[in-house]
């Protein structure tokens, strides 16, 4: 089959790699769509310092089922949960799956991922795609159920005041998430396009040339895909507010967070979320992701997509295999 190899400093197109092994309880699987992700870009600068198949995010379709013979369906399309836990240790015994200290992460740590023919992946990580969701907009159920994170660790957001720092892919949907339980939401971004986009979308855009942190913020999303995203959202949140950090960066952070004690701010890691909300928002046409996509590329042309997702103003980059 073929696939994009990483190998710690290169990033090739290999024509003839080997096919993953299934294992019991897995399912093979063919990616009909997949998008390349600022993660992606950051392992390309040495995040998590992982050699093999990258990418995590993805359309995928049942090509056989080991060990399970029930659900899915060989022929059904859906999309996967990235953490693969052991099951058997103290943080899966408490439901936190996510946070399995074994755990294998798809296309990010230990495991290959989506930009490839085939992968694998743990039959209990998949969820049906709903027949009324394209391809096109399957593809974003991960980078979206990331966004619906933040509402299972702030639940109440109605009528805040809302910033988004970063105006890319997944800032966009994180700002749509928010706007979408109520929140006032501001996106704060340099490219022009975006800001467009965002204003488009329903939210208030602005500059960042124009914008003064000026502490007031009840929430403050930090999605800006760099390394100085964080001391603009310590100047930016209220004190007691709250600080929500998706950003994850090869680059070390260099910033005093006496500001965080000071000003009492509640700060929220948040990663992975849940699928079903984000499914279901894609169904209903609640999150609009169509405009996010800027290109789309075959696999064969898979290191003129990276190179394409790298330029400034890019927003989602697809690759069909």
């Known amino acids: 089959m073929r696939a994009l190899q990483w190998d710690g400093h290169t990033l090739r197109l290999e024509p003839d790699h080997a096919p993953p092994e299934l294992r019991p ?90 930009f490839a023919d085939e992968v694998t992946a743990p039959l209990v990580n998949l969820h049906r795609v709903p027949a009324a969701v394209p391809d096109e907009a399957a593809v974003f159920a991960e980078p979206l159920a990331a966004a619906f994170e933040i509402l299972e660790q702030v639940p109440h957001v109605g009528g805040v005041e809302a910033l988004v720092l970063g105006d890319g892919k997944l800032g966009l949907l994180c700002a749509q998430v928010l706007a979408a339980s109520g929140a006032r ?18 939210l208030t855009p602005l500059a960042v040339d124009a914008f003064h942190p000026d502490g007031a913020h009840d929430l403050v999303v930090e999605a800006t895909g760099s390394a100085r995203g964080l001391e603009t959202a310590m100047a930016a949140v209220r004190p007691r507010g709250t600080l929500v950090l998706k950003t994850t960066v090869a680059a070390q952070h260099s910033v005093s967070l006496a500001p965080l004690v ?42 003129a997509a990276v190179e394409r997702a790298k330029v400034p103003g890019t927003l989602k980059v697809l690759l069909r295999p």
């Open 262 to 303: 000071i000003n009492e701010v509640t700060v929220v890691g948040s990663r992975c979320g849940p699928f079903a909300p984000a499914l279901t928002a894609l169904a209903e046409g609640r999150v609009h992701v169509a405009p996010l996509i800027s290109a789309e590329y075959p696999l064969d042309e898979g290191l």
């Open 185 to 202: 939401v501001t996106v704060i971004g340099k490219h022009e396009g975006k800001l467009r986009l965002a204003g488009e979308l329903g």
């Open 25 to 114: 309880g897995w399912v093979r699987l063919r990616t009909r769509l997949a998008g390349i992700c600022s993660t992606d870009l950051q392992i390309f600068q040495g995040y998590m310092g992982f050699t093999g198949v990258p990418g995590h995010e993805a359309v995928l379709e049942v090509l056989e089922v080991a060990g399970d013979p029930d659900h899915p369906q060989v022929g059904e399309r859906v999309v996967a949960e990235i953490n693969f836990a052991c099951g058997a240790c103290t943080a899966c015994a408490r439901g936190l799956e996510r946070h399995c200290p074994h755990r294998t992460v798809l296309g990010i740590l230990g495991a290959d991922g989506v």
